[in-house]
């Protein structure tokens, strides 16, 4: 087989990661549309993330947020968001790189767009070679994230992680050659 050069895989994620940024522009200049709200999961040690110390030692690896009801002063620019959240009634600024972003779903929408783990290469690694895996994260809801999970969950401040019903999901490991 020959060897992609070109890195479709990349420019396909940047392409869709773009979507993402789009959607979030909009929001944060107009508000949330109808009943439209957001899982967004990104990689907390992915370089340039932003999180306070309480919250990288809940979820060391990944996070899963809720831009539903009760989010604040979201920002957007070409390579990051940034959103005010309330976690247990904990104000926090959360600053997340687009790159960081692992999964982004709109339950309303039946919508969602999955990509590959956000940590660059490490030091040595062959092209190709998988990151070790991260544990999956629970969605971790605003305040009154309005979430139709377990009153026990939402009263904990995390929600079991699932994929909304009927929602597509597109990963890009579909689009990949296998093998060498």
Same mark, same amino acid.
């Given at each position: 087989?020959?060897?992609?050069?070109?890195?479709?895989?990349?420019? &396909?994620?940047?392409?869709?990661?773009?979507?993402?940024?789009?959607?979030?522009?909009?929001?944060?200049?107009?508000?949330?549309?109808?009943?439209?709200?957001?899982?967004?999961?990104?990689?907390?040690?992915? $370089?340039?993330?932003?999180? #306070?110390?309480?919250?990288?030692?809940?979820?060391? #690896?990944?996070?899963?947020?809720?831009?539903?009801?009760?989010?604040?002063?979201?920002?957007?620019?070409?390579?990051?968001?940034?959103?005010? !959240?309330?976690?247990?009634?904990?104000?926090?600024?959360?600053?997340? $790189?687009?790159?960081?972003?692992? &999964?982004?779903?709109?339950?309303?929408?039946?919508?969602? !767009?999955?990509?590959?783990?956000?940590?660059? $290469?490490?030091?040595?690694?062959?092209?190709?070679?998988?990151?070790?895996? &991260? $544990?999956?994260?629970?969605?971790?809801?605003?305040?009154?994230?309005?979430?139709?999970?377990?009153?026990?969950?939402?009263?904990?401040?995390?929600?079991?992680? #699932?994929?909304?019903?009927?929602?597509?999901?597109? #990963?890009?490991?579909?689009?990949?050659?296998?093998?060498?």
């Amino acid at each position: 087989m020959a060897e992609d050069l070109i890195r479709y895989d990349v420019l &396909a994620q940047d392409a869709l990661k773009g979507v993402v940024r789009k959607v979030l522009v909009e929001v944060a200049q107009t508000g949330l549309p109808g009943e439209h709200h957001f899982f967004i999961t990104f990689d907390t040690r992915f $370089p340039g993330v932003r999180i #306070s110390s309480r919250l990288r030692a809940q979820y060391p #690896s990944e996070m899963t947020v809720v831009l539903q009801h009760q989010f604040w002063d979201l920002s957007v620019t070409e390579t990051a968001f940034e959103v005010g !959240l309330s976690f247990n009634g904990v104000p926090e600024r959360l600053l997340v $790189p687009f790159r960081a972003v692992k &999964a982004f779903v709109d339950p309303h929408a039946s919508f969602g !767009l999955k990509f590959d783990a956000g940590l660059p $290469p490490r030091e040595g690694a062959q092209p190709g070679e998988a990151e070790e895996p &991260a $544990p999956p994260a629970a969605p971790v809801p605003a305040e009154g994230g309005g979430t139709d999970e377990p009153a026990e969950a939402a009263q904990a401040g995390v929600t079991p992680k #699932s994929e909304p019903a009927g929602a597509d999901v597109v #990963s890009l490991d579909q689009f990949r050659k296998k093998g060498g």
